[in-house]
């Protein structure tokens, strides 16, 4: 049997001394000891450890190379400010999905991790993919060996998670609800104002007779996205009466086409010129552009319809739209790189990376992937299938 003591084990292959380093920085990053403040004296180490005054001062040594610890002379050794450490080159990518990521069952994450890679490759780092009850527990993130975590897609246990990546002092990226605070959903967190910006867009085009059309204001982001609406017309002084309509939307939050007739939205968009729809999702698109296809409700070449879509999700005809060019691989390589940020101790966290609104004029959603080309925004595709990683 292994001989241990204190967390140090006599026989493996690492030299002793770096494992004791090791353990004592365990211990100051996973507990409330505060910066700045004595760290054990050599004495008191030795005892902890039952080794030599040698192997300690190697500790000490290490320990202040990598400004862990520093020294006052003729005060002793201090605990320094915690810093994000590199240990395992690796990165835990936890998503709300079953089986396998791959391009065809999970095109979404799958994309997104073609961002994620693009970025690491470049530091050296891997992906170890988790499934949530993987680092539902302190000793179970431990035990995942990760330096940090990007979790996407809600999930009801993620802000004990959350703590415990806190308490444990590991970088970490949200990706979804339900902390708005900290959340990377450029949905969540920049609607308001790239709604608002639509409008400023549209006034600016001429259009007085402004329509928007979403989700009835259940939801936090849904509010979001009618204040900026609010708030864009507003500023141009036109008015909002009669201009938002909430609507019932599915449990699989799409509209139905029952809906839009039982409403009269063809009265409605004929009192208007322009319309913003207020969901990326693709079918609810598809949806109203039939409806008013069926009605004689002529979508104006001149992009007046403007969706916040995802550009790699839309496929409707050859209708001229607006959007808000973001495809999953752009958000997987702005969360890979602000993860790096952290953890070369260049960024301080919490970290908000935002995705302001680029209005992509007179483009039909079949020329999308020629726009997103011309912006650079890389679409290659791995030839491998990411696995989740079972513990």
């Known amino acids: 049997m292994k001989k241990r003591i204190n967390q140090v084990t006599r026989d493996t292959h690492q030299l002793l001394h770096m494992q004791i380093k090791d353990t004592l920085i365990k211990e100051y990053y996973s507990s409330n000891i505060p910066e700045n403040t004595p760290c054990p004296s050599m004495r008191e180490l030795i005892k902890k450890f039952n080794t030599s005054m040698a192997t300690i001062d190697?500790?000490?040594?290490?320990?202040?190379?990598?400004?862990?610890?520093?020294?006052?002379?003729?005060?002793?050794?201090?605990?320094?400010?915690?810093?994000?450490?590199?240990?395992?080159?690796?990165?835990?990518?936890?998503?709300?999905?079953?089986?396998?990521?791959?391009?065809?069952?999970?095109?979404?994450?799958?994309?997104?991790?073609?961002?994620?890679?693009?970025?690491?490759?470049?530091?050296?780092?891997?992906?170890?993919?988790?499934?949530?009850?993987?680092?539902?527990?302190?000793?179970?993130?431990?035990?995942?060996?990760?330096?940090?975590?990007?979790?996407?897609?809600?999930?009801?246990?993620?802000?004990?998670?959350?703590?415990?990546?806190?308490?444990?002092?590991?970088?970490?990226?949200?990706?979804?609800?339900?902390?708005?605070?900290?959340?990377?959903?450029?949905?969540?967190?920049?609607?308001?104002?790239?709604?608002?910006?639509?409008v400023d867009y549209l006034a600016a085009n001429g259009h007085r007779e402004i329509c928007c059309i979403g989700r009835a204001n259940d939801l936090w982001i849904d509010k979001k996205l009618y204040l900026g609406f609010?708030?864009?017309?507003?500023?141009?002084?036109?008015?909002?009466?009669?201009?938002?309509?909430?609507?019932?939307?599915?449990?699989?939050?799409?509209?139905?086409?029952?809906?839009?007739?039982?409403?009269?939205?063809?009265?409605?968009?004929?009192?208007?010129?322009?319309?913003i729809i207020l969901t990326p999702r693709k079918p609810s698109i598809d949806i109203i552009l039939k409806y008013c296809e069926n009605n004689n409700i002529r979508i104006p070449d001149d992009c007046s319809l403007i969706s916040l879509a995802y550009a790699d999700q839309m496929v409707i005809r050859d209708k001229s739209l607006i959007c808000h060019v973001i495809t999953p691989f752009e958000m997987g390589f702005k969360a890979a790189d602000g993860i790096t940020g952290l953890l070369n101790n260049t960024i301080t966290p919490p970290l908000h990376i935002r995705f302001p609104l680029r209005i992509v004029e007179g483009n039909t959603v079949r020329n999308l992937s020629e726009s997103a080309k011309r912006q650079k925004i890389k679409t290659h595709i791995l030839n491998s299938v990411f696995e989740l990683e079972k513990l």
Not at 184 to 189: G, I, K, S
């Open 58 to 198: 190697k500790v000490f040594k290490e320990l202040k190379k990598d400004n862990i610890i520093y020294s006052v002379p003729g005060l002793g050794s201090f605990w320094g400010k915690k810093r994000y450490l590199i240990r395992y080159k690796t990165i835990g990518i936890c998503f709300a999905v079953e089986g396998i990521v791959s391009k065809i069952n999970s095109p979404y994450f799958f994309s997104m991790l073609e961002g994620i890679e693009e970025v690491f490759s470049k530091y050296g780092l891997n992906i170890k993919l988790l499934r949530f009850e993987n680092i539902e527990t302190i000793d179970s993130i431990r035990e995942t060996h990760c330096d940090a975590f990007i979790c996407a897609g809600s999930h009801k246990n993620i802000l004990p998670i959350v703590d415990n990546f806190k308490k444990l002092h590991i970088p970490y990226l949200l990706l979804d609800r339900p902390d708005n605070s900290e959340s990377l959903n450029y949905l969540e967190r920049d609607s308001a104002e790239n709604i608002q910006s639509m």
């Open 230 to 275: 609010e708030a864009g017309m507003e500023k141009h002084h036109l008015s909002v009466r009669n201009t938002m309509l909430q609507l019932p939307f599915g449990p699989s939050f799409d509209l139905t086409y029952e809906t839009l007739e039982k409403i009269k939205l063809a009265e409605t968009l004929r009192k208007h010129t322009a319309l």
